[in-house]
């Protein structure tokens, strides 16, 4: 049956509402950029264009260092006056931009769906996640900013696509509470759209942000480096990671830079298969396109068949394809596990790292065809990639090392405890691991040398929310560790020679309830 768009989810009507929610956010071809308070019609135009369907949603105006520089004295002049008001202001006004936020959450989660095409279940809960945790430490800030201040500076904030509002919103209306201005960098890929909507909502109810778009290379030397800034927050690769901890190396400023690592399950003596195949479903969500998900099974080799057992049937079960296509226009919104990869070079990238896996020596276990997807006729479907999972990649591949960032699996098989562990801890550190094994006292044992922040036993771990505290080993994490009470530690000042949590050059420490 031929597929349509759900009535009222074109881009056009999107942005339209958009338009008619913020007009002063927009202008009729771009978005424009905030900082002193307003909206700025600078800086040059770059296309915006969705996954979904590779259609032109609108153009970013990216700015150079010069207006950035200009934008952070004036964040820093608003820090100033925003650290010295009273905390029960400061939560009136966030309260006030939460509520607003939430009136305007179906409209948030259609940009989502647009622009990085999260199917509809998953971009609410995105909007639903960031709200209601910011709700939570409204109620907790009082307690956790007692005998702390704000920092010296505003906090920068630098984050990937894949969750604007959870990660990056949320993460602003925190720092916010504990007393910062907030700087954010719109992502170049996705999500700006929603930001932009987000923040005029954010600004209207009097809090000091600033928004601005441009190339990382071009933006980073100043929202970084600038002296004036009091923290970087980076959610993001290794790579881009990398840069930005280089550029801190000099610069006794508080971070925290959150990076990826190849997650894994490593499955051992173990026959709860029922529980597992639950999990395996969920783990597809999002086309595996978050900085949590498991692509890397590793499998004691006794428990190999069992294991395809329950794996393949639940691959081959994924649903995905367009996030707001429905058969009839009075149906609801498709319930897909992930649509489309962020953009059409990451899908082609990810597709030659496959092929070159399988030239290598892989097993193709399953790999999907695009076509079992849920399209409209005639969409350009080149931004999408069918579940594939492969058996023990060559160690020179790619997908060996490094998280593939989209829906593909690669299978290790191990015949001892030491092997499972090597092939867990491949990536040289990860922010979640989990352990499948029937005894959890060796269970627990194994998990001790696992580098993950977090590992599940008989099941997966995730960031968290509200109280939970989130971080990573190894490679997967520099700086300040976050969440519950050490997100506002991370972005507020205690005693002298307070050592918080966190991976630093000298040292790195660990809460003991992770």
Known sequence: ???????????????????????????????????????????????????????????????????AAEAVRAATAAHRIWSATPLAERKARVAAAVEALALHRDLLALTLAWEIGKPWRLACADVDRALDGVRWYAEQIDRQVAGREPLPGPVSNIASWNYPMSVLVHAELVQLLAGNAVIAKTPSQGGAVCLTLAHALMVRAGLPVTLLSGSGEELSEVLVRAPEIGAVAFVGGRSNGGKVAAALLDSDKRHFIEQEGLNAWGIWDFSQWDLLAGHLRKGFEYGKQRCTAYPRFVVQRELVDAFLDVYLPVVKAVRFGHPLAVETPGDPLPELDFGPLISAAKAGELRRKV???????????????????????????????????????????????????????????????????????A?????????????????????????????????????????????????????AFVGGDLLVHAVTEGEPGERLYGNFPDYSSYPPDM
Not at 43 to 63: N, S
């Open 427 to 479: 990536s040289n550190g990860a922010l979640v691991a989990s352990i499948a094994v029937d005894d959890e006292e060796l269970a627990a044992k194994l998990a001790q040398d696992v580098q993950a922040f977090k590992v599940g036993i008989n099941r997966p771990r995730s960031r968290g929310d509200r109280d939970e505290c989130f971080g990573g080993r190894g490679a997967s994490w520099k700086g």
């Open 1 to 67: 049956m031929s597929l349509t768009l759900a009535p009222g989810t074109a881009w056009s009507d999107v942005l339209a509402r958009v338009a008619a929610a913020a007009p002063e956010a927009l202008t009729a071809d771009r978005l424009r950029n905030l900082y002193a308070g307003k909206w700025h019609d600078v800086g040059t135009p770059a296309e915006l264009r969705t996954p979904v369907d590779g259609t032109l949603l609108t153009h970013l105006a990216k700015v150079d260092a010069g207006t």
């Open 355 to 425: 092929d070159e896996a399988i030239r290598g020596g892989a097993v193709p276990l399953h790999r999907g065809a695009s076509s079992a997807g849920r399209f409209l006729d005639g969409q350009d479907t080149s931004a999408y990639v069918a579940p594939a999972a492969l058996l023990a990649p060559p160690g020179r591949s790619r997908l060996m090392h490094a998280e593939p960032f989209g829906p593909v699996d690669t299978i290790i098989v191990v015949d001892t405890e030491d092997e499972l562990l090597s092939a867990m801890n």
